[in-house]
């Protein structure tokens, strides 16, 4: 049911799927679609969780190679849009935006989301080796960074002029925000 409902809303967007042709596509009653999708935002949760669950075993597998925090935020961006290039961009935008709609559905927490839980623990690795600033708080700074991240592929194409460079730059101030300060003591 899900594929089914994910080709239509490729095909057509989500607000202008079809659920009668998502259901007869995956050759089940109408009611039936209901029981496991109450609205549409639950297919795109559903959708999440599957693509999350497919990162995060891409990302586990690079994290199991020699790695700095940096090449991991950066691996994070690229991973997002290889999202984006299997997906349409409209399927894409739909997604992402799910994180900042009013109508998400609210049963999910941020243990739900394994790319938070992966990046949540290196950033603590990270601090734990001096790294990151000893004050930072590594899951509220691992949403901040994927939030973020998202807001930027919803408001960008990947035509879109500079993109790329601006990715680098927000996964280097996103950095800076997490590094200690190296500076001598400034005072007022």
Do not use: Q
């Amino acid at each position: 049911m899900l594929d089914a409902a994910v080709v239509e809303f490729k095909r057509n967007g989500t607000a202008a799927a079809d659920i009668n042709a998502v259901v007869a596509a995956a050759g089940v009653a109408r009611s039936t679609f209901y029981f496991h999708f109450p609205t549409k935002e639950h297919v795109l949760l559903e959708l999440i969780r599957r693509e999350e669950a497919h990162v995060a075993r891409e990302l586990s597998r690079f994290l199991d190679e020699p790695h700095d925090l940096p090449a991991m935020l950066t691996e994070i961006v690229r991973l997002v849009m290889d999202l984006e290039s299997r997906w349409n961009g409209s399927l894409f935008r739909d997604v992402i935006g799910l994180y900042f709609s009013p109508t998400r559905p609210d049963d999910d927490e941020w243990t739900d989301h394994p790319v938070i839980v992966l990046l949540a623990a290196e950033i603590l690795r990270a601090r734990n080796r001096g790294e990151v600033h000893a004050d930072v708080d590594a899951f509220p700074s691992s949403v901040f960074f994927l939030l973020g991240l998202y807001a930027l592929f919803t408001t960008t194409r990947h035509t879109t002029p500079g993109r790329d460079a601006l990715l680098s730059k927000y996964v280097a101030s996103a950095l800076r925000s997490l590094l200690p300060d190296r500076s001598p003591d400034r005072r007022p």
